[in-house]
């Protein structure tokens, strides 16, 4: 079982940035994708952006240019560098690891932390 940490989430206004971390400790999967997702009230969990064990990323069209996530092998922590942040970027935001080809479901699931953009 892998248990997942989250934290940096808060209240920003537009334009402003916050960094996400997380931490996955236990019986970690390798290869694999760590990734975030979103999820805003009324709507369903979206991915934003995943980050796989080699380094590749990818992003969701409406974060390209503007989040960045990374990664620290060493500490299993993944990272979510959200820059000019806007009122549409208002979510739970959830941290996920699983093995690379697997579903989202079939790892774990960080707690969520809350990012609110004021305008």
């Known amino acids: 079982q892998v248990q997942l940490v989250e934290s940096g989430g808060g209240l920003v206004q537009a334009g402003g940035s916050l960094r996400l971390s997380c931490a996955a400790s236990g019986s970690i999967f390798n290869p694999n994708a760590m990734g975030w997702y979103r999820q805003a009230p009324g709507k369903q969990r979206e991915l934003v952006a995943t980050?796989?064990?080699?380094?590749?990323?990818n992003y969701a069209d409406s974060v390209k240019g503007r989040f960045t996530i990374s990664r620290d092998n060493a500490k299993n922590t993944v990272y979510l560098q959200m820059n000019s942040l806007k009122s549409e970027d208002t979510a739970v935001y959830y941290c996920?690891?699983?093995?690379?080809?697997?579903?989202?479901?079939?790892?774990?699931w960080g707690q969520g932390t809350q990012v609110t953009v004021s305008s």
């Open positions: 996920n690891i699983r093995p690379i080809g697997a579903m989202p479901d079939f790892g774990s």
């Open positions: 980050i796989y064990s080699y380094g590749n990323t």
